[in-house]
């Protein structure tokens, strides 16, 4: 079944904890995405990849970090969390960047305290 | 920066009857649009696209229109159920500058009364 899978669903962690959040997709896409949602705000891109090693910052990137190894991996890793990096999370995936249509992940939803 | 808007946050309605929701949008140069479906607890799901050169595109139940001149797409469902209850968003393709990303809207919250 072609999907996009991250993990965890739900996380609880503390200020200043490294995290990473897991995503993969199994339909061979090109381009990545991480997203976040907030009441209020919409989705809002944090970073996104084009292809495999290339990488650029979305709207709000302050605060993560992203790497693309391998074309089917695309980890948002949280240095050092936040209160205000509590969020629901999404990856999102793409035969190409925006002219095609972005399959979404199940959502990860964080919490720090 | 580019903007997409929408005219209601929430829409009521009864079930069996038609629903439309309006998205507006900034950027004159995006070619491509996407409706995205997202029930509580969901991931965004995709609905219907649609293409610049396109001013319709017709789905099972769902129907978009794109007026490019006024800058403005709807999302028509035929005889709302109460699955279609969820948060409906559009997004339009950004522009080159940005990745070709997809800019989302806050979305409009469909409710459908039995």
């Known amino acids: 079944e072609a999907q996009v899978t991250q993990n965890p669903r739900y996380l609880i962690t503390v200020t200043g904890k490294k995290l990473t959040v897991t995503c993969s997709q199994n339909m061979n896409h090109e381009y990545m995405s991480w997203y976040r949602q907030d009441p209020g705000l919409g989705l809002r891109q944090i970073y996104y990849?084009?292809?495999?090693?290339?990488?650029d910052k979305g709207d709000v990137p302050e605060g993560y970090k992203v790497s693309r190894k391998e074309k089917r991996n695309f980890p948002l890793i949280l240095e050092s969390p936040s209160p205000n990096q509590t969020s629901l999370y999404f990856c999102?995936?793409?035969?190409?960047?925006?002219?095609?249509?972005?399959?979404f992940g199940p959502g990860t939803r964080l919490t720090v305290l | 920066g580019e903007s997409v808007g929408l005219h209601l946050p929430t829409l009521s309605v009864q079930e069996g009857d038609n629903s439309i929701i309006n998205c507006a949008y900034s950027n004159s140069a995006s070619d491509y649009f996407i409706w995205y479906k997202q029930e509580s607890g969901k991931g965004p799901q995709f609905i219907i696209d649609i293409r610049s050169n396109m001013d319709k595109r017709q789905g099972q139940r769902v129907t978009v229109l794109l007026n490019k001149t006024v800058k403005h797409l709807s999302l028509q469902i035929a005889a709302t159920q109460p699955g279609d209850s969820a948060v409906y968003f559009c997004a339009p393709k950004g522009g080159n500058n940005q990745g070709g990303k997809l800019i989302f809207g806050q979305g409009t919250e469909l409710s459908v009364k039995p």
């Open positions: 999102a995936s793409s035969l190409s960047s925006g002219g095609s249509e972005q399959f």
């Open positions: 990849s084009m292809n495999v090693e290339v990488t």
